[in-house]
């Protein structure tokens, strides 16, 4: 015998219940449609997997769970969806609720039914998702979904209530009665997945033969059936575990952090139809009960319309609506072809007489009944004040949620004040602003954030700007220090050469800015080749002062090199000093090669190219002397004199010959069309040309000539040295 707790308020009730325990559960006929709505269970709605024109069969899944606080939905018997639409919904509110139409063929054909028949041995998760998809939730009134609240630890009592305390209502009452042992069946996969301490059954002591069911049939199980006093509202959770373990669930907690928990005996009904038998939760046993000819338990189909429902069970005539749930906590029902859903455990047919007007309400007189018949403890009046001058601060701090509306405050209420109806105003006042206060802040942060990331990305661009201006800032001050550091780069040494290079040419460019565009293009070659010469040079002394190579006398490739350089520059003087000779009075002439002119006398052309041969003498002298100078060898000024003389000597010679040659001509008499001698004396222009070309190559040649003389003088001198 366990000992029994008692809960504070409560009051006693007609129980009105014998009318609908004379018949076993019914199977009312197969409905012509079924309206489905998608908010089967708290929380999210459940998802269409199903479309318009689908034919469906029994057990099918219909919509899937949206979440973790949410269930499946599956079709109640076989035939066609013919709507997925908003429908009136069975709810206090009256709403509309977005739902599944399936118009019945008549076979209700099931589908292959699939249980899980290793629950046993399976992962407890596992069991929990193969519950929630097959859409098994609170059947008590609470819909939460079984799988959340299979998955509560460190569990010390799991209690199943059987209490059904609310008038009128029979519906667990027959169930345990003619279904025991597939409740048993329930408890122990519950069990299995919880590991509880202990399983009280709680039982009304008003439902002997439900006691007598339960108890045979946990006659070899560890499970205790416990009969409670009738006393409303024990069916409530919070005041059936008070009376069983006597436990009080304190303000602001819930039974699981006590370590108990609590499920209705239709819910593991609906475990032990799913997991051993492979059925979805697709019906349940509804009371018919109140103003009707023949009151009975049903187990109807989800969806089935309560029209249909209440004209089976022989809705009286004299009828004034029909009233969804008991007496103290259900609600007229606004329209009746509304489908019955997982928490319509009752149907009243309501009349006058049975359920006669409530009398107007008078103003409150401070009795303290509410207060005493309360079973959360709350002070109800204070409560209907704060609702009805919406102050719900006040009303949330007077612990508001912590009723259970379970209406025994308004039952003794002299003045007749419909006290829970204000307190679910009230709340759904709170839940509304707490809706808006959570849709303000996610669109506050949604905000924020976009301010916040605006606000980032200038600062990542102000930092990336920053970099690159001192990278740019940085690459100059580098290079300057690399011109004056001893550690240079050839590329380095080869840059500032080069830009050293292109100021002269520029500076030489602008002083003169007269002279011919050959000019200019002439002097830029000149200043490229000193400028390689100079990179060449810095190159060497680089390598040399960095000790890598010791210091070597130039070798013969070098000095071959530096012939061609020499004779290079040259030509190119040669070719300035024709342009220069041009330039005070005689018609100007390529640079290179030379072509005569027919119209420049030959004596202007003897003085030109004497004038060539000593400026490529002096130049090639001054080169081989800075040459000579950079790389440190002895200067080879006796071979240089001994060109210089010979080339001179070479022009001088070739210039008094031209000119002796040139008076013989003069001197001749002029030749005529019949003179034997007329194809020697060829046109005086075509001569000059001849001579001109012939001048110039002596010349290039006498020139290469001096460069390996030079070559080899120096070659001699280094033997004498050496
Ligand atoms: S029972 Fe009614 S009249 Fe009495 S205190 Fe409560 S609300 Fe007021
Ligand atoms: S309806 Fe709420 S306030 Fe009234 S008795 Fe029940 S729990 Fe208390």
């Not at 197969?30 to 269970?41: F, W, Y």
């Not at 001179?648 to 001197?667: G, S, V």
Request: charge should be positive; include cysteine; glycine fraction near 6%.
């Amino acid at each position: 015998m366990s000992k029994l707790y008692t809960f504070h308020g409560g009051i006693e009730l007609p129980e009105n219940k014998q009318q609908s325990t004379g018949r076993p559960i019914g199977t009312p006929p197969l409905p012509a449609r079924l309206c489905l709505p998608l908010s089967q269970n708290l929380g999210n709605p459940a998802k269409p997997c199903v479309a318009v024109g689908d034919r469906v069969l029994k057990g099918q899944r219909i919509a899937e769970a949206d979440g973790t606080v949410s269930a499946a939905l599956h079709a109640p018997t076989s035939g066609t969806v013919v709507e997925i639409a908003p429908r009136a919904f069975a709810h206090p509110s009256g709403l509309a609720e977005t739902a599944i139409v399936i118009e019945a063929d008549g076979r209700d054909e099931w589908q292959p039914r699939q249980g899980f028949p290793l629950w046993q041995s399976a992962e407890p998760a596992e069991v929990r998702r193969f519950l929630r998809d097959m859409g098994v939730v609170g059947l008590g009134g609470s819909m939460f979904p079984t799988s959340l609240k299979l998955a509560s630890e460190t569990l010390d009592t799991l209690v199943i209530n059987g209490a059904e305390c609310e008038p009128y209502i029979s519906c667990d009452d027959l169930l345990m009665r003619e279904r025991a042992a597939d409740i048993v069946a329930g408890i122990a996969i519950v069990t299995r997945l919880m590991q509880p301490k202990q399983v009280l059954i709680g039982i009304e002591d008003n439902k002997s033969e439900a006691i007598a069911a339960m108890r045979a049939a946990c006659m070899n199980t560890p499970y205790r059936v416990v009969a409670v006093p009738t006393k409303y509202p024990s069916g409530s959770a919070k005041q059936l575990i008070r009376v069983l373990t006597g436990i009080e669930i304190p303000h602001g907690m819930r039974y699981t952090d006590m370590g108990v928990q609590c499920f209705n005996v239709g819910t593991v009904y609906s475990v032990c139809r799913a997991v051993e038998h492979g059925e979805p939760v697709i019906s349940r046993i509804v009371t018919l009960s109140g103003a009707v000819a023949r009151p009975q338990n049903v187990e109807a189909l989800l969806g089935t319309p309560v029209t249909e429902l209440m004209a089976w069970a022989g809705l009286s005539p004299r009828n004034d609506g029909v009233i969804l749930g008991g007496p103290m906590t259900g609600f007229r029902l606004s329209d009746l072809s509304v489908g019955i859903t997982k928490s319509s455990n009752c149907l009243l047919g309501s009349s006058p007489k049975l359920f006669p007007p409530r009398p107007p309400a008078m103003p409150c007189i401070r009795c303290g009944e509410c207060a005493d018949a309360c079973p959360a403890k709350l002070q109800p009046m204070d409560l209907f004040w704060f609702a009805k001058t919406k102050d719900f601060g006040k009303a949330q701090e007077r612990n508001l949620f912590d009723c259970i509306e379970c209406g025994a405050c308004s039952y003794v209420c002299p003045s007749q004040l419909p006290l829970v109806d204000y307190y679910r105003f009230a709340k759904s006042e709170i839940w509304a602003a707490e809706r808006d206060k959570k849709a303000s802040d996610r669109a506050r942060s949604r905000h924020e954030f976009r301010l916040f990331r605006i606000e980032r990305e200038k600062i990542e661009k102000a930092q990336r700007l920053a970099e690159r201006s001192t990278a740019a800032k940085a690459a100059p001050q580098t290079a300057t220090t690399a011109g004056t550091n001893s550690h240079l780069t050839p590329s380095a040494e080869d840059k500032s050469a080069a830009i050293k290079a292109a100021m002269e040419r520029a500076a030489a460019l602008k002083a003169t800015g007269k002279e011919s565009p050959v000019m200019q293009s002439e002097e830029a070659k000149q200043a490229a080749i000193q400028a390689a010469m100079e990179r060449a040079a810095a190159r060497k002394a680089a390598r040399e002062a960095a000790g890598e190579t010791p210091l070597q006398p130039p070798s013969a490739s070098d000095e071959a090199k530096k012939a061609a350089i020499q004779a290079a520059m040259e030509r190119a003087a040669a070719q300035r000093a024709a342009q220069a000779a041009a330039s005070v009075g005689l018609p100007e002439t390529p640079a290179a090669p030379i072509v005569p002119n027919n119209v420049l006398d030959d004596a202007k052309k003897a003085a030109i190219q004497a004038a060539m041969a000593r400026a490529a003498a002096k130049k090639a002298e001054r080169e081989a002397a800075e040459v000579n100078q950079r790389s440190g060898a002895a200067p080879a000024t006796n071979a240089l004199d001994d060109a210089k003389k010979a080339a001179i000597k070479a022009a001088m010679e070739r210039a008094a010959a031209k000119k002796a040659a040139l008076d013989t001509a003069d001197a001749a008499p002029p030749a005529t069309d019949t003179s034997p001698a007329a194809p020697a004396a060829q046109p005086a222009a075509m001569d000059d040309a001849k001579r001109a070309a012939i001048k110039a190559a002596m010349e290039r040649a006498a020139a290469r000539k001096a460069a390996r003389d030079a070559e080899q003088g120096r070659d001699t001198e280094q033997d004498k040295d050496s």
